[in-house]
């Protein structure tokens, strides 16, 4: 298992098909895709937790962490026969060569970085669409509906911008979000729960289209925020008090506290 000569994916992709053996590891031999979907998607924040505080020793942890995940689901699937992780691997080089005409290629003259991406959308719409007669093709094509909300809600929009469907600047998408403010309350007075959710998904897809438009990435903002609502929160609590037994004017002025510190 642990050859001098052996190259480290190899040794990995042994220890991870030991664990999935008739004899290996009860939890792993039980895992399947879906079930390692919850730990994959922790996986990946927590790489890019690492990225963000910018600790390497975290990220060569995380990026194992994720390329475990990747082993592991290339194992699975060679269990039964569908594809390995040599073809995983096949497969991304083959695709990254594909879209790269202007570097592996002759037949490109894209020189700069949104000649790059223009080409990278046009390729990359044509080997989605390729062979399905049935699905006509889409701009819209490649945002997978497994995406998290804000992250899909910001890809659909920036696929949209690119023909011109988009705001010229962030000013007007604040004229939208005070429009949208308006139809929420509006919603409110109804208690139409389906009106009132309707409203608000339309009031965060445009608050999404704000942050785009301002070159920010809406789930790190959000999850940033969240960061720092939780610190804060923490601070009230450290302060010693019973919170549960404090008049909402007395939190407030506690979370007001907390803020300036």
Known sequence: MNSSSEKPIDRLRAIVARLRAPDGCPWDR???????????????????????????????EEL????????????????????NFDDVS?????????????????NSDAKDTAAVLKQWDEIKRTEKTAGDPVRPPSLLD??????PALLRAKKLQAKAAKIGFDWPEAAPVLEKIAE????VRAALTSCDTAKIEDEIGDLLFTVVNLARKCD???????????????ARFRAMEAAGKDLQALTPE?????????KSS
């Open 180 to 183: 949208e403010m308006t139809e």
């Open 142 to 147: 490649g945002v997978p509906l497994s995406f």
């Open 64 to 83: 194992g962490d994720l390329l475990l995940h990747v082993v592991m689901h290339a194992q699975m699937a060679g269990e039964t026969g569908r594809f």
């Open 250 to 258: 007395q939190l407030e002025a506690f979370w007001a506290k907390a």
């Open 90 to 106: 096949k497969g991304v080089g083959d695709k990254m060569v594909r879209r790269h005409p202007h570097v592996f290629g002759e």
């Open 30 to 60: 039980e895992q399947t895709h879906s079930s390692l979907v919850p730990g994959l998607i922790e996986e990946v924040y927590e790489v890019i937790d690492a990225i963000e505080r910018k600790h390497d020793p975290d990220l060569r």
């Open 216 to 230: 920010i990435d809406p789930e790190l903002a959000l999850h940033r925020a969240s960061d720092k609502f939780s």
